[in-house]
């Protein structure tokens, strides 16, 4: 029970993989939360209908209303299912652009875009139909070891360095927006919170340190 008569369901995020529904609403102090409903067993035979009504009963902030959508989000994520199984993989494209090898690389939500962090104390943001390069983001001062972008939105880019920085860009504009600065040693993991206003940074300092993105500041 998560005290429904004092939330407000904002909307449906879906999550393809692990497939899954999230909540996104609004508590009475008007602050934003989201929660997540896995569907882990679901497969062709899975009945769309029983399975609502399920979900209706076990979320109470989800209204009757909602049931039309919540099928419809739960057929999205049958068929996704259904084409993976049809899917063929082979070489796409080969994109060169680093100067030296690679560490890490991520895509959007929508998979239109995607970053690539390198020894070259870059990271680039590509569009994947094209290979174009979009942007070079270029103000570490080391290897960029990890990067993320904040998904589902996705217009927004951190990045994680071995110059004990990471670093808060604008995707569509490639400007650099904040320097989180406070480790001590290497960043080697990043991520935004689902709502897209903290960032989680983790070093070889043995700490994590999570920053407001608004400010840029370390808040713990």
């Known amino acids: 029970y998560m005290g429904n008569l004092k939330m407000k369901l904002k909307r449906f995020l879906l999550r393809y993989f692990p497939p899954g529904i999230i909540l996104e609403y609004i508590r009475s102090n008007g602050e934003i939360e989201t929660k997540s409903i896995d569907l882990l067993n679901l497969s062709p ?9 399920q979900i209706l009963i076990e979320e109470p902030i989800i209204s009757e209303s909602r049931k039309p959508q919540l099928k419809q989000l739960i057929e999205k994520l049958l068929s996704k299912l259904e084409t993976k199984k049809e899917q ?3 070489l796409f494209k080969v994109l060169m652009g680093h100067l030296q090898p690679l560490t890490n ?49 996705g217009d927004k880019i951190v990045t994680g360095s071995f110059d004990q920085t990471a670093k808060l860009w604008d995707t569509n504009t490639g400007k650099l927006l904040h320097t989180l600065k406070g480790h001590k040693m290497e960043v080697v993991c990043v991520a935004f919170d689902p709502q ?7 070093s070889m300092d043995t700490t994590a340190k999570v920053w407001d993105i608004e400010k840029g500041v370390e808040i713990y």
């Not at 270029?138 to 904040?150: E, G, I």
């Not at 897209?196 to 983790?202: C, F, Q």
């Open 45 to 53: 035979d899975t009945d769309v209908e029983l399975l609502a009504n």
């Open 88 to 90: 063929k993989y082979g």
């Open 105 to 153: 690389c991520a895509f959007n939500k929508s998979g239109d875009k995607f970053i690539t962090g390198s020894y070259d104390r870059t990271c680039k943001v590509w569009d994947t139909l094209t290979g174009t390069e979009l942007h070079t983001l270029n103000d570490h001062k080391n290897v960029v070891y990890t990067l993320a972008f904040n998904v589902p939105y």
């Open 196 to 202: 897209g206003e903290l960032i989680a940074s983790g």
